[in-house]
């Protein structure tokens, strides 16, 4: 047998390798992708395992967030990871929560919108901290390409290997068969963007881990030689980091993967509005924080589970982008950013910090909340302010963003 031969029918010996492993890592972590409760025109993804897990406090965090966003022709997001990394050799390992394009997410500066819609509408940024938000872990960076540019890189790999599901089909010809196979960038585009007549959006989700999975196990193993490959891939390859520094990033996922230690899994979602042609969803809660337990306990900021401590802004002065501004304050800070919103009037001259109480307790924490903003004490006032959050900012001319 030939050298080529002999390389040949190892490479294949690997591939055959990782379809099987990664075969058992979406029967035994992707209970979300197969079970679907349906209950009065809604339907319910579950994790196979909702044990709660403790995060861990004190622990220094070495865990590293990624949003992964491919953007289609109109602008919306039409797949989205958000993958995470832990470097510390000791607790190396990765993981990547799978997210439909049409969660509802809180966009700080604009309000509610579908997630896929979001990064049409806002920078990307605001994109990442409307996933942070929502999950309440800290997401460290961002990366989005579109359609071609994903489809350039996969070229670039040599394609990358897939278990495809059922019959893909583009103007009712069938462009590719079920089986174990490696596609090119323009076939493993139009894999993880199918969903078949019927089909709920969480075979669609795990397509997008089909093309995950390829995607790492044909990366270089070499930093530098990855880094190489995202600098050439143009303009609409957008990075909120380095190329190096993603690219650091990247292989060690890959090498997560080849390790067995790359968990895939995905967030648990609840339909709304259904019947008016087009679904939304919204986080099942509980599940969700039981997720984040599991594989991004250490992401999870400081005061992010803390009970008291929701703050609602409201711009009072129409500048936009402040809500972002003032949310980059107070969750550092240890706040839960629950979303901003134009107050009923602008011209705003002073900021106001409302609670709820007349007490000492409030009053410390409108204070501790004037204190992460940078504006006077004095600011702190006691007033009806719902029930959506424990303080509500009001944006005056006074404020200067940190």
């Known amino acids: 047998m030939s050298h080529l031969e002999v390389t040949g029918r190892r490479r294949q010996l690997a591939e055959e390798r990782r379809a099987r492993r990664r075969r058992r890592r979406l029967v ?23 044990s709660p897990g403790k995060p861990t406090a004190k622990q220094t965090r070495t865990q590293t967030t990624l949003l992964f966003q491919v953007q289609g022709e ?5 797949a989205t990871a958000l993958l995470a990394h832990d470097a510390a050799v000791d607790n190396q390992s990765g993981a990547a929560v799978l997210i439909p394009s049409q969660v509802i997410v809180t966009v700080p500066g604009t309000g509610t919108l579908q997630l896929g819609r979001a990064l049409k509408t806002v920078p990307p940024d605001r994109s990442r901290s409307a996933v942070g938000d929502l999950l309440g872990v800290t997401v460290d960076g961002g990366w989005v390409v579109d359609v071609p540019t994903l489809s350039r890189l996969v070229d670039q790999l040599g394609g990358v290997l897939v ?9 009712r010809t ?35 881990q089909e093309l995950l999975d390829g995607l ?23 990075a909120s980091e380095p190329a190096p520094k993603l690219a650091s990033f990247l292989v060690g996922l890959a090498a997560d993967g080849r390790s067995d230690a790359l968990q895939y899994d995905t967030l648990p979602v609840v ?25 991004l306990a250490q992401s999870v900021p400081a005061g992010a589970r803390q009970t008291g401590n929701r703050v609602l802004v409201l711009n009072g002065v ?45 009053q410390a924490l409108g204070e501790r909340v004037a204190k992460a903003l940078g504006v006077p004490l004095d600011s702190v006032q006691t007033s009806e302010i719902g029930t959506i959050a424990d303080v509500v900012v009001v944006v005056g001319a006074d404020y200067k963003p940190g």
Do not use: H
């Not at 109109?74 to 039409?78: F, N």
């Open 216 to 238: 790492l196990a044909a990366l270089p193993r070499s930093t530098s030689q990855v880094s190489t490959l995202l600098s050439g891939l143009g303009a609409r390859s957008i």
């Open 163 to 171: 278990d495809v599901d059922v019959p893909v089909l583009a103007a």
């Open 174 to 208: 069938v462009v590719l068969n079920p089986g174990s196979q490696r596609l090119d960038g323009e076939r493993a585009t139009t894999f993880v963007r199918y969903l078949a007549p019927g089909e709920q959006e969480q075979s669609r989700l795990a397509r997008l």
């Open 271 to 295: 339909a709304i509005d259904p019947g008016d042609g087009v679904t939304s969803f919204r986080i099942d809660a509980d599940a969700t924080r039981s997720l984040v337990d599991r594989l």
């Open 318 to 362: 129409g500048t936009p982008g402040i809500g972002d501004k003032v949310r980059s304050q107070l969750v550092p800070a240890g706040f839960v950013f629950v979303a901003s919103r134009n107050n009923a009037s602008f011209g705003v001259q002073k900021t106001r910090v409302l609670v709820k109480e007349a007490t000492s307790e409030a």
């Open 74 to 78: 109109s602008g919306d997001a039409i």
């Open 28 to 50: 035994s972590g992707a209970v979300a992708l197969a079970v679907v409760l349906v209950a009065s025109g809604t339907f319910l993804l579950k994790r196979g395992d909702d």
